[in-house]
Structure formats: structure tokens, C-alpha cells
């Protein structure tokens, strides 16, 4: 029996970085954590500043485009934490995350050169980034254990008052 091999998706852009050997790879991993963090349950900021905080290797380094990559990453962290409206990651301010050489996304440049966001323009990547986080409505998730507590809680008040309304009967009808 053949067994299917195991997919992790990355759970930060450190992640996306680690795992990515060609440009082609890390437009793939991108895309994986973007669908973890729309998908994955990501929906408070203290979640998605964590998913931001750690500094991705560089990965100028290690490949073609890399620079490319690097200034994506730092354009794309910073860009995500002003949208949440999260404190940006101190990693984006390196002033080497800068594409070399103008980078667009697609052919379409006139467009692209109004459209792209500043984070992006800076960086010399131009693109129409992604929203993947929107905030969770509503009050914030509980443990079990903290719904147990509160369910018994809401209980015990609630026998509280049944004594109480029990108790005041019983005078009522003793004063008849």
C-alpha cells in the first residue's frame, strides 16, 4: 500500500521563506500560507502578528529572484499588518528587502503602477496584493474548560434564584 506523503503548509512568511528554493516554489508556499491563514482559523491580530513576527532567512541567497522573494515578503508582512491594523514586524524595515530591479506581477504595468500599494512601490514590486485576513465578529474563542466553568456557574445562579423564589412562596403562603 502506497502511502501519500504528508503536506505541511507553511505557518509564517519565515515558513514560506525556509521552504522555498526557486521563485516558482515560493509563489507556491505563499500561496499555501495565505490559504492556511484564510482557511487555518487565523482571525484575531495577536494570531496574526505571530504569524508575522519571525524575520524570513534571506533568500537572496539561495536562488534566482530571490531578491524578489525577500522584498515581496517584507512588502507583503508590512502591507497585512497596516491592513489589521497590527504593530509592522521590526524585520520589514531592512533596507536590503528591495527588489533590484523593477518586478510586476503581470504585463499589465500601467495598471500595476497606480494600483500597487505603497509598501509594495517602495520595494520595486508591483502588484495587487491579497487580503487573507479578516478579523473575527463576535466575542473572542473560549476554551472547553472555559465554557464548563461558565455553564456552571450560570447553574449555580440559576438554583440560586429558584431557592430564593421557592423560599419566598413558602412565606407567602405561611402568612395566609
Known amino acids: 500500500m502506497k502511502t501519500s506523503p504528508i503536506i505541511v503548509r507553511p505557518r509564517s512568511l519565515a515558513d514560506v521563506a525556509r521552504a522555498s528554493d526557486s521563485l516558482?516554489?515560493?509563489?507556491?508556499?505563499?500561496?499555501?500560507?495565505?490559504?492556511?491563514?484564510?482557511?487555518?482559523?487565523?482571525h484575531s491580530r495577536p494570531e496574526l502578528?505571530?504569524?508575522?513576527?519571525?524575520?524570513?532567512?534571506?533568500?537572496?541567497?539561495?536562488?534566482?529572484?530571490?531578491?524578489v522573494a525577500d522584498a515581496y515578503l517584507a512588502a507583503y508582512a508590512e502591507?497585512?499588518?497596516?491592513?489589521?491594523?497590527?504593530?509592522?514586524?521590526?524585520?520589514?524595515?531592512?533596507?536590503?528587502?528591495?527588489?533590484?530591479?523593477?518586478?510586476?506581477?503581470t504585463p499589465l504595468r500601467g495598471h500595476l503602477l497606480v494600483s500597487t500599494p505603497a509598501s509594495f512601490r517602495q520595494r520595486n514590486v508591483f502588484t495587487t496584493p491579497q487580503t487573507v485576513f479578516s478579523p473575527a465578529r463576535g466575542r473572542p474563542k473560549v476554551s472547553l474548560d472555559q465554557k464548563r466553568v461558565k455553564a456552571?456557574?450560570?447553574?449555580?445562579?440559576?438554583?440560586?434564584?429558584?431557592r430564593a423564589l421557592v423560599e419566598?412562596?413558602?412565606?407567602?403562603?405561611?402568612?395566609d
Request: glycine share 8%.
Open 24 to 42: 516558482t516554489a515560493f509563489g507556491m508556499n505563499l500561496r499555501d500560507w495565505q490559504h492556511a491563514i484564510q482557511r487555518g482559523g487565523v
Open 49 to 67: 502578528q505571530r504569524r508575522l513576527m519571525d524575520a524570513p532567512p534571506r533568500c537572496v541567497e539561495r536562488f534566482a529572484g530571490g531578491d
Open 79 to 105: 502591507w497585512l499588518a497596516d491592513d489589521a491594523g497590527i504593530d509592522r514586524p521590526d524585520w520589514t524595515r531592512d533596507p536590503k528587502r528591495v527588489a533590484s530591479d523593477p518586478w510586476f506581477a
Open 152 to 162: 456552571r456557574l450560570r447553574q449555580k445562579m440559576y438554583r440560586q434564584r429558584i
Open 168 to 175: 419566598k412562596a413558602r412565606q407567602m403562603s405561611c402568612e
